[in-house]
């Protein structure tokens, strides 16, 4: 192969435009600014399906945190009132806490 000649010249010229095609292709398939002819880059503009998917994961978002509130108050029911929740039943029923049936079924003598 004879490096002076013009197809060496046109080979060279048509993998460096082939890779910069590629790279520019990868690039633009995964979201990343991209190269121009003169090395600067630019933005990927926004289309309308990442504005949807932008404004449905904001939406999810919000109902996640909501979930974690609800979540939250919960737990604290669950963990804080768990254990005497009954005993303020029964007080508020007006029987003594030695009473209280465990099963929550009603004995046959009644005080």
Do not use: C
């Not at 060496?8 to 890779?19: D, L, M, N, P, Q």
């Not at 289309?47 to 932008?54: H, I, Q, Y």
């Not at 254990?83 to 303020?88: A, P």
């Amino acid at each position: 192969m004879d490096f002076g000649d013009a197809s060496f010249v046109i080979a060279i010229i048509a993998v460096s435009t082939g890779g910069w095609l590629i790279n520019n292709w990868i690039r633009a398939k995964h979201g990343y600014s991209l190269e121009n002819e003169w090395g600067g880059m630019t933005e990927p503009s926004d289309t309308a399906e990442t504005k949807r998917l932008r404004a449905e994961n904001r939406e999810l978002n919000e109902k996640l945190d909501t979930m974690q509130d609800r979540m939250v108050v919960l737990e604290k029911i669950v963990t804080d009132r768990g254990y005497s929740l009954r005993e303020e039943i029964e007080a508020l029923r007006g029987r003594p806490e030695g009473n209280i049936n465990p099963a929550g079924l009603q004995s046959k003598e009644r005080t």
